[in-house]
């Protein structure tokens, strides 16, 4: 076994009992996620379930998890979705209907419903690389990308961290140029003190079994805009104006279709992507404890950093205000014997991984970008081309243990560099 390397970065120091040499077979059992939907969840939801009549689709848990929602954000509105990917194409969807189509520019490290949902709805996109502090989208870059036929930017805040500075917000507001922010990975970070999802026109959020919390499946769409949230209710709702909550729009349209019944008069070609109240529930009762989990989420994700040896890992991410899931491990060079190395230690140890981080890294390389963009594109984005294949995350959730952290700290620092046998 090869001697083992001090840890050299600042920070919680690995304890000594830990830096004791540790057999490759141990396994320490980490999953992605762990425990999201607990016994206190699974009793609301039996709750929910016992009336003699009960309503299980759409109604009154909803609606109160809406304005829980709204209230733990800071926003006026909140529409739930069946999942983070629908709260995507509908803040698209109603982008398109409000602002009308041309060009939206996305980050390349992403998850594929956020271009997904560009497309689908017609706008083209227009990629930037990522800054890889934030692993979202270099502002800079997507400042120089927007151009008179922009209708909005769509920023992804990746894997807790804040992917916003004080310039592009400032700069978007100055331009007119709207913002939407992906927060289905980040949520309970800020930006300036402020939770991320209140900077944008619109926000998403996920309820994934693997992030913050879970509603199984769901996700959230959130504005401070009346006229959106109407949009956006109908959209979930086949188009139907009868979802609106304004009386007076809702008589408008009867007035101007007098040959329809009210009941069934659709403003927009639509769709049906409503969640259930036994869902809504789930999310009621989880939202109780987000922020005390989440705390111990940041003190893990410090811990973690802050014993990784900053030679061999990157480890000078914009920690302020994050808010991680999963940790991040990215490679500090491009070094196809270490990777590998990195990657047979954590199946040794049992602890599951995903190479790329967020969406399997660079979007441009999937083949559905193949053939809207061609083969090459995905070459001139550097950055997020490391991360693609030197880029990994591995689970954070509240109940992981430290001492974990610290052995899988000392495990990947001990793995060397150069090309001989491994440690
Ligand atoms: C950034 C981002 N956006 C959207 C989604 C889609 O969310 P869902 O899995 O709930 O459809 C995900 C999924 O993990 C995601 O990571």
Same mark, same amino acid.
């Given at each position: 076994?090869?001697?083992q390397?001090a840890?050299?970065?600042?920070?919680?120091?690995?304890?000594?009992?830990?830096l004791?040499?540790?057999?490759?077979?141990?396994?320490?059992?980490w999953p992605l996620?762990?425990n999201?939907?607990?016994?206190?969840?699974?009793?609301?939801?039996?709750?929910?379930?016992?009336?003699?009549?009960?309503?299980?689709t759409?109604?009154?848990q909803v609606?109160?998890f809406e304005?829980?929602?709204s209230?733990?954000?800071?926003v006026?509105?909140?529409?739930f979705?069946?999942?983070?990917?629908?709260?995507?194409l509908?803040?698209?969807?109603?982008?398109k209907?409000t602002?009308?189509?041309?060009?939206?520019?996305?980050?390349?490290?992403?998850w594929?419903?956020?271009?997904?949902?560009?497309?689908h709805?017609?706008f083209?996109?227009v990629f930037?690389?990522i800054n890889?502090r934030?692993?979202?989208?270099?502002?800079?870059?997507?400042?120089?990308?927007?151009?008179?036929?922009?209708?909005?930017?769509?920023?992804?805040?990746i894997?807790?961290?804040?992917?916003?500075?004080?310039?592009?917000?400032?700069?978007?507001?100055?331009?007119?140029?709207p913002?939407?922010?992906?927060?289905?990975?980040?949520y309970?970070?800020?930006?300036?003190g402020?939770?991320?999802g209140?900077?944008?026109?619109?926000?998403?959020f996920?309820f994934?079994?693997?992030?913050?919390m879970?509603?199984?499946e769901?996700?959230?769409?959130?504005t401070?805009?009346?006229?959106?949230?109407?949009?956006?209710r109908?959209?979930?709702?086949?188009?139907?104006?009868?979802e609106a909550r304004?009386?007076e729009l809702?008589?408008s349209?009867?007035?101007?279709?007098p040959?329809l019944?009210?009941?069934?008069?659709?403003?927009?070609?639509a769709?049906?992507v409503r969640?259930?109240?036994?869902?809504a529930v789930? @999310?009621?009762?989880?939202?109780?404890r987000?922020?005390?989990?989440? *705390? %111990?989420?940041?003190d893990?994700?410090? $811990?973690? /950093? =802050?014993n990784?040896?900053?030679?061999?890992?990157?480890?000078?991410?914009?920690?302020e205000?994050?808010?991680?899931?999963?940790?991040?491990?990215?490679?500090?060079?491009a070094?196809?014997?270490?990777?590998?190395?990195v990657?047979?230690t954590?199946?040794?140890?049992?602890?599951?991984f995903?190479?790329?981080?967020?969406?399997?890294g660079?979007?441009?390389r999937?083949?559905?970008?193949k053939r809207l963009?061609?083969?090459t594109?995905?070459?001139?984005y550097?950055a997020?081309n490391?991360v693609?294949?030197?880029?990994?995350?591995i @689970?954070n959730?509240?109940?992981l243990?430290?001492?974990?952290?610290? *052995? %899988?700290?000392?495990?990947?620092?001990? $793995?060397? /560099? =150069?090309e001989?046998p491994?440690a």
């Amino acid at each position: 076994m090869a001697p083992q390397t001090a840890c050299r970065s600042s920070g919680d120091p690995i304890p000594r009992t830990l830096l004791a040499p540790m057999s490759c077979r141990e396994n320490l059992n980490w999953p992605l996620m762990r425990n999201n939907i607990q016994q206190t969840d699974i009793d609301a939801l039996i709750h929910v379930l016992t009336p003699e009549v009960p309503i299980l689709t759409q109604s009154s848990q909803v609606e109160a998890f809406e304005q829980e929602w709204s209230r733990w954000l800071d926003v006026r509105y909140s529409v739930f979705v069946n999942s983070g990917s629908s709260a995507n194409l509908l803040t698209i969807a109603a982008l398109k209907e409000t602002y009308g189509t041309g060009e939206i520019i996305v980050p390349t490290l992403t998850w594929v419903s956020d271009i997904a949902s560009v497309i689908h709805c017609g706008f083209k996109p227009v990629f930037v690389d990522i800054n890889p502090r934030t692993l979202g989208m270099d502002t800079a870059q997507a400042l120089k990308k927007i151009a008179p036929q922009t209708v909005a930017v769509f920023l992804t805040h990746i894997l807790g961290y804040n992917g916003l500075d004080a310039k592009f917000v400032a700069e978007l507001k100055e331009r007119g140029v709207p913002l939407i922010e992906d927060v289905c990975e980040s949520y309970g970070a800020t930006f300036q003190g402020r939770k991320l999802g209140t900077f944008g026109l619109m926000s998403n959020f996920s309820f994934y079994y693997a992030h913050h919390m879970s509603t199984i499946e769901g996700g959230m769409i959130c504005t401070d805009d009346p006229k959106l949230f109407e949009t956006l209710r109908m959209l979930r709702s086949h188009g139907m104006v009868r979802e609106a909550r304004s009386a007076e729009l809702r008589d408008s349209y009867s007035r101007r279709h007098p040959d329809l019944n009210p009941d069934f008069i659709f403003a927009f070609p639509a769709y049906n992507v409503r969640s259930t109240e036994m869902n809504a529930v789930i @999310g009621r009762s989880q939202l109780k404890r987000l922020d005390e989990n989440n *705390k %111990l989420r940041t003190d893990n994700l410090l $811990l973690f /950093l =802050n014993n990784l040896d900053p030679d061999k890992y990157q480890t000078d991410f914009a920690v302020e205000g994050s808010c991680n899931y999963a940790f991040t491990l990215v490679l500090k060079h491009a070094n196809p014997v270490f990777c590998e190395r990195v990657m047979s230690t954590l199946r040794e140890l049992g602890v599951e991984f995903r190479r790329g981080t967020s969406g399997g890294g660079n979007q441009l390389r999937q083949p559905y970008a193949k053939r809207l963009l061609g083969d090459t594109e995905f070459e001139k984005y550097p950055a997020v081309n490391h991360v693609h294949f030197y880029g990994f995350y591995i @689970g954070n959730y509240p109940d992981l243990e430290r001492e974990k952290i610290l *052995k %899988l700290c000392s495990a990947l620092n001990r $793995l060397p /560099l =150069n090309e001989g046998p491994h440690a």
